[in-house]
Every structure is written in structure tokens, then in C-alpha cells.
């Protein structure tokens, strides 16, 4: 069973950056693409950013955040980053690593908040 690891949230001042980190562990050769979703209160889960493993990887950013936010990984840690600059009081929400295995199984992990707040 594939398992998703997420830290680094917390709370931020408005202007500030974090990076996520979100660590695989498990039957994870199959994988598609891992990427972050995020659910801010009252509202529906929506992606952020997306890697697909490839031998050039492709990155799919969500359009409102481009500029602000950078996806990568490590291959060797199993290890997905977030890094997220000039952050902003609406990306208060939680933050949930995903991955999709070739085949079509997806996991999640369970989440790490993340307030952007003075």
C-alpha cells in the first residue's frame, strides 16, 4: 500500500514562503505523476501543482498560482516539494500530496495546514 507523508505547513505572515514536503513510501515504481491539491474551508478541493514522471518531467501549475508557486522532486528520497512564495491569506488551506500510479490507483495523504495569516 502506497503511503504520502506531508509536512512543512504551519502558520506564515502574509508575503512569507513555505516549502511541502511529501515523502512516498511503498509500491511507488508504478507512478504516474505525484502533485498538491488544496481544500481551504467551504470549498472544493482544487489542484495546485502536478509532476508527471517522465524522462523530462511534466509540470502542470495551476493557473492563478503561476508565479508564485514551484513543484519538484527528488527521486532518490521518493520525495515531492512544494515551494510556495508571497503567500497570500487565500492560500490558507490544507494541502494534500497526491499520487497516480499507471494503472490508475490514486492516494492521498492526509494533509498539512497551512495559514497565511498577521
Known amino acids: 500500500q502506497v503511503q504520502l507523508a506531508e509536512s512543512g505547513g504551519g502558520l506564515v505572515q502574509p508575503g512569507g514562503s513555505l516549502r511541502l514536503s511529501c515523502v512516498a513510501s511503498?509500491?511507488?515504481?508504478?507512478?504516474?505523476?505525484m502533485g498538491w491539491y488544496r481544500q481551504a474551508p467551504g470549498k472544493e478541493r482544487e489542484m495546485v501543482a502536478v509532476i508527471r514522471f517522465a524522462g523530462n518531467d511534466r509540470i502542470i501549475y495551476a493557473d492563478h498560482l503561476k508565479g508564485r508557486i514551484s513543484i519538484s522532486r527528488d527521486s532518490r528520497k521518493n520525495t515531492v516539494y512544494l515551494q510556495m512564495n508571497s503567500l497570500k491569506a487565500e492560500d490558507t488551506a490544507v494541502y494534500y500530496c497526491?499520487?497516480?500510479?499507471?494503472?490508475?490507483?490514486?492516494?492521498w495523504g492526509q494533509g498539512t495546514q497551512v495559514t497565511v495569516s498577521s
Open positions: 497526491n499520487l497516480l500510479l499507471h494503472r490508475g490507483h490514486t492516494f
Open positions: 511503498g509500491p511507488t515504481l508504478d507512478t504516474y505523476a
